[in-house]
């Protein structure tokens, strides 16, 4: 009797909860993104650069109750795969990515990645239509990948080279001590893209300027570049023209400077990931660098972003932040909030036309080719403290000083892009 009368208690106790369980609805899933990327490896200090930032534009999504969809609000989540900064890895990656869910593929940190992704992903989207999947490339910038290469599943929100190019050709060109150019570059698509583009653009705004000499040498491998400088400073060249990132940037001014060259580098990514610290004193006033975005923007809007971005990461080491990161995922929400779902087709179609605002900082995807049409900004290596130098770079007490802005309008580039969408 004892037995029964407590199982029959047991009962109604446990169906006085049923009408809440019963009521309940079960939290939508979340919309999971892939970074893609290089964590290891040569370049794995860009890698987790980019991830600091994806976070951090995530936190600031999922804070505000993540996105409206159809379905309710959905957060998203962030998985990180580490490519190595290989192509076999990256499709690999690319494979457990969908595999676990993932519907939108970031990726930035090489054009030739970025290529064997897109290709990638033609083939899956066109085998695989319930697995459909976005490709948002933050960093990966051979023009190539929106004109000849462009795809309905690719979007591109950093400046490709050209575009970067005419930026720092438009200070180049009015630096009357410029006579001849040294050109130094990695020899992978992207390096070879910007040789070319800077021959061009050249010719056409300062063709009085001597080409003194062309190098192309293997990325990320070279431990000494003397013999570089060398040349450099035996080709009398009053200036080097250079795609260089991370070691081979920061090796080549360097060893320039103690070989004796005293010439200005007009570079893609001087302001990154260490370089400032490592060229030390070598750069002051000599290293030109473009950009999306630089910490001493001159607005109060970009200061406040940028301070907010330090208290997430107050590390000096990991003080690299990217204003087109946080526009991705930016973009990203607003595209599936028009979209309604993270469903590829309907989301590329909305990614198409994004437009968006933040810190004071705008951009629009150009339909056309899929490439994002934002400012662009370039700086001058300083000490912290100088005139327009404010924030310094992960602690070096070096910055950048803006000394040219660029609308979108005045960057913006023609397109070869013949897009082909699906039906």
Known sequence: MKKTRRAVLKTLAASAFLPAFASAQPAPPTIRLAMIEGLSGGNANGGEAVYRNLVWAVERVNQRGGVRTRDGQRLLELDRH???????EALSALRSAVDRGARVILQGNSSAVAAALIDAIERHNEREPDKRVVFLNYSAVDPILTNEKCSFWHFRFDAHADMRMAALMSVLKDDASVKSVYL???????????????????????????????????????????????????????????????????????????????????????????????????????????????????????????????????????????????????????????????????????????????????????????????????????????????????GSGYGFRVIRQFPPTKVEMPHSCRMVRPT
């Open 82 to 88: 580490d490519s190595k900064g290989t192509i076999e």
């Open 184 to 394: 130094m570059n990695p020899d992978y698509s992207f390096g070879q893209a910007v040789q070319r583009e800077a021959k061009r653009q050249l010719a056409l705004q300062r063709p009085d300027v001597k080409v003194a000499a062309e190098e192309l040498h293997p990325l990320l491998k070279i431990k000494d570049f003397a013999p570089y400088a060398a040349k450099i400073q035996a080709s009398g060249a009053d200036a080097v023209i250079t795609g260089n990132f991370s070691s081979d940037l920061t090796l080549l001014v360097k060893a320039a400077r103690e070989a004796g060259f005293d010439g200005r580098f007009y570079t893609f990514y001087g302001n990154a990931l260490g370089a400032p610290a490592a060229m030390g004193e070598a750069g002051i006033g000599k290293v030109v660098a473009v950009a999306d975005w630089l910490p001493n923007v001159p607005a109060k809007q970009s200061e406040d972003f940028y301070r907010s971005f330090r208290a997430r990461y107050p590390k000096p080491a990991d003080d690299y932040v990217h204003m087109r990161m946080q526009l991705v995922i930016e973009a990203l929400a607003q595209a599936i909030e028009k979209a309604g779902t993270a469903e590829a087709v309907p989301l590329a179609n909305a990614l198409e036309n994004v437009d968006v605002r933040f810190a004071g900082w705008v951009g629009r995807m150009r339909a056309a080719d899929h490439q994002f049409q934002q400012p662009l900004v370039v700086g001058l290596m300083d000490r912290q403290g100088t005139p327009g130098v404010q924030f310094d770079v992960e």
